[in-house]
């Protein structure tokens, strides 16, 4: 297995991993305040980073602490707008359109640093976007605010996904982590101290989602991705986080949510999950079906 197909796999594993986060977090939002949720779960995160990867503080330079204050600060706006946009709109929904992504990270590519996307990248794109729409409540025309702050929030991990790529070149990926994991947690805390105090009650429900989400979604999964995402390119990342609303609408779809009431697949959906599938594996295929030259005698 190439090093490109295997960096893919894993970043469709996190994918995974992120999906489920939605209706879990969807859930617990009913209970507490989004900003105290993403303080926690940042903060347990960043914590079982340091632990694991205790001896590597000594060795951050500057050019680390600099590029992962970047994708930190991305990565806090993004879900920040991410969680504050989940109050009016859908899990689901929420996870489509913060997928978009995919479309913006060509634009963020061409317009800053002047590199083209492949062919079969841009067109497994053209059919994902399609299929994001599709699916969204866009093409119904019931945009809302949460919406829009979850296409902001797309907007914000479209500069993540290509800052990671560039400084994981020239930075040690696990040090980049530990700048990031610890930028996004001071920051949401601080935002939650000084904007919002308000009484958080925990039950089991809120311990069971802030321990998956945080070891799980935040510091097995950004930390992986900033490992493998220097094996693939920005474009072709994104395109497989498109994956993220089908795994998202699989989890609600098996979670309900605090009326109890499960999300159902519609066949407009259908249609816009397949188109999903399809620009991934259009992407994928010199990566699968890539012929081996031989090797020297």
Same mark, same amino acid.
């Not at 951050?60 to 706006?77: D, H, P, Q, S, T």
């Not at 560039?166 to 101290?193: E, Y």
């Not at 311990?207 to 935040?218: K, S, Y």
């Not at 999903?276 to 012929?291: P, W």
């Given at each position: 297995?190439?090093?490109?197909?295997?960096?893919?796999? !894993?970043?469709?594993?996190?994918?995974?991993?992120? %999906? !489920?986060?939605?209706?879990?977090?969807?859930? *617990?939002?009913?209970?507490?305040?989004?900003?105290?949720?993403?303080?926690?779960?940042?903060?347990?995160?960043?914590?079982?980073?340091?632990?694991?990867?205790?001896?590597?503080?000594?060795?951050?330079?500057?050019?680390?602490?600099? %590029?992962?204050?970047?994708?930190?600060?991305?990565?806090?706006?993004?879900?920040?707008?991410?969680?504050?946009?989940?109050?009016?709109?859908?899990?689901?929904?929420?996870?489509?359109?913060?997928?978009?992504?995919?479309?913006?990270?060509?634009?963020?590519?061409?317009?800053?640093?002047?590199?083209?996307?492949?062919?079969?990248?841009?067109?497994?794109?053209?059919?994902?976007?399609?299929?994001?729409?599709?699916?969204?409540?866009?093409?119904?025309?019931?945009?809302?605010?949460?919406?829009?702050?979850? +296409?902001?929030?797309?907007?914000?991990?479209?500069?993540?996904? *290509?800052?990671?790529?560039?400084?994981?070149?020239?930075?040690?990926?696990?040090?980049?982590?530990?700048?990031?994991?610890?930028?996004?947690?001071?920051?949401?805390?601080?935002?939650?101290?000084?904007?919002?105090?308000?009484? !958080?009650?925990?039950?089991?429900?809120?311990?069971? *989602?802030?321990?998956?989400?945080?070891?799980?979604?935040?510091?097995?999964?950004?930390?992986?991705?900033?490992? *493998?995402?220097?094996?693939?390119?920005?474009?072709?990342?994104?395109?497989?986080?498109?994956?993220?609303?089908?795994?998202?609408? +699989?989890?609600?779809?098996?979670?309900?949510?605090?009326? %109890?009431?499960?999300?159902?697949?519609?066949?407009?959906?259908?249609?816009?999950?397949?188109?999903?599938?399809? %620009?991934?594996?259009?992407?994928?295929?010199?990566?699968?079906?890539?012929?081996?030259?031989?090797?020297?005698?």
């Amino acid at each position: 297995m190439n090093k490109k197909l295997r960096a893919d796999l !894993i970043l469709l594993t996190l994918t995974a991993f992120w %999906g !489920i986060s939605f209706p879990l977090m969807r859930n *617990v939002l009913e209970h507490m305040p989004a900003l105290a949720y993403l303080s926690i779960r940042f903060l347990i995160a960043a914590v079982l980073i340091s632990l694991i990867f205790f001896k590597k503080h000594k060795m951050i330079n500057k050019r680390e602490v600099g %590029g992962g204050m970047v994708i930190g600060l991305l990565l806090f706006a993004g879900m920040a707008l991410q969680v504050f946009g989940l109050y009016s709109t859908s899990a689901s929904n929420s996870a489509f359109i913060t997928s978009m992504n995919v479309a913006f990270v060509p634009l963020v590519l061409g317009l800053f640093y002047k590199q083209k996307t492949q062919k079969l990248t841009i067109a497994g794109i053209v059919l994902a976007t399609i299929g994001l729409f599709l699916i969204s409540g866009i093409v119904k025309f019931q945009f809302n605010p949460g919406d829009f702050l979850t +296409l902001l929030c797309a907007i914000a991990f479209a500069f993540q996904i *290509v800052f990671i790529s560039k400084f994981s070149i020239r930075c040690d990926t696990i040090s980049l982590s530990i700048v990031q994991l610890w930028t996004a947690a001071i920051f949401t805390t601080f935002v939650w101290l000084v904007f919002d105090r308000s009484r !958080i009650i925990f039950n089991l429900e809120i311990i069971i *989602v802030l321990a998956v989400t945080a070891v799980l979604g935040t510091a097995v999964a950004f930390t992986a991705q900033i490992l *493998v995402q220097k094996d693939t390119n920005p474009s072709h990342a994104a395109l497989i986080f498109t994956m993220e609303p089908m795994f998202a609408l +699989l989890f609600t779809m098996l979670i309900p949510d605090p009326s %109890g009431n499960f999300e159902k697949l519609s066949l407009i959906t259908g249609i816009g999950c397949l188109l999903i599938i399809m %620009g991934t594996l259009v992407s994928e295929y010199k990566t699968i079906f890539r012929r081996r030259r031989p090797e020297p005698r």
